[in-house]
């Protein structure tokens, strides 16, 4: 870790906001200065002020306290659409690469059909396939129409890396030794691709909350009264938004920050995990 705080400073700028934000969702409970779901009707509106920091909504409810419990929801949802869709991503793009032939093109030709569609609208297609299942507010589809869009994006990527790997003379070393197929991709090509796994799996966590927010503000993610910060731009934030503009500011500032934190951070694990990026 000091390794890398030294060598890529800016990415550790980035993880000290990714590390706030992470505080702010684990110590909302004993820290939030008020019910995140609790209307009170006699703060409607309320500028920002010492009792409300950020202001209150059209519901008398403190922004504040909002957007930190809503850092729950996105750091929940990112984390792992983000983690499964790179795994099933990687899980396929190792397979492809290493059994080649027919089974590769089938599988490459299905993932440039699902890369040919932008990941909003591939979301927004499965959402629509799969209706409605909710748990605790949260659409268990909307978490599966985030995890396919970074399918195909992380078998492509995992499996430029892993073409070069099966290569190698140790890969027909295993082959020669009678290894399973499944034990030569698990144990000897999947922890060489670790790097750029790891890459996705950042970069890929600003795009499932940033996915997150844009589907939560078109009314098809998390629902009222689960805190969200697109859910807090969308509805009556934007009509309010000549007389009460801090409904919008706050809620949008920190969804900008945690994809600009993330970005940041994906940027320097590439730049320190790439050999070719090394001085």
């Known amino acids: 870790m000091v390794a890398f705080v030294r060598a890529q400073p800016v990415g550790a700028a980035g993880l000290v906001l990714i590390a706030i934000m992470i505080a702010a969702a684990v110590l909302a409970p004993w820290i939030a200065p008020f019910d995140p779901v609790a209307a009170d009707y006699g703060a409607m509106l309320a500028p920002p002020s010492l009792a409300h920091p950020f202001g209150t909504d059209d519901f008398g409810r403190d922004i504040l306290t909002r957007i930190m419990y809503g850092a729950q929801t996105a750091i929940a949802i990112g984390f792992f659409s983000s983690f499964a869709g790179c795994t099933i991503g990687a899980a396929l793009g190792l397979a492809s690469a290493y059994f080649g032939g027919w089974r590769d093109m089938l599988v490459q030709r299905f993932i440039d059909l699902l890369l040919s569609f932008p990941i909003i609208v591939l979301a927004l297609v499965v959402v629509a396939m799969m209706g409605h299942f909710r748990i605790a507010g949260i659409d268990i589809n909307l978490i599966c129409a985030m995890i396919v869009p970074f399918v195909p994006r992380a078998a492509r990527v995992i499996r430029a890396a892993a073409l070069t ?80 503009p801090w409904m919008i500011l706050f809620p949008g500032a920190a969804i900008s920050l945690a994809v600009f934190a993330f970005s940041l951070v994906g940027d320097a694990l590439r730049d320190w995990l790439d050999p070719r990026f090394q001085p």
Not at 177 to 192: D, E, Q
């Open 165 to 244: 790997i099966r290569e190698l003379p140790y890969i027909d070393a295993a082959r020669s030794a009678g290894y399973s197929s499944l034990r030569i991709v698990v144990r000897h090509m999947a922890p060489n691709v670790l790097a750029p796994y790891l890459i996705l799996v950042t970069a890929f966590i600003a795009q499932a909350i940033l996915l997150e927010a844009s589907l939560s503000f078109l009314g098809l993610g998390v629902t009222e009264p689960t805190p969200a910060w697109g859910l807090m731009l969308s509805g009556n934030a934007a009509s309010f938004y000549q007389v009460a």
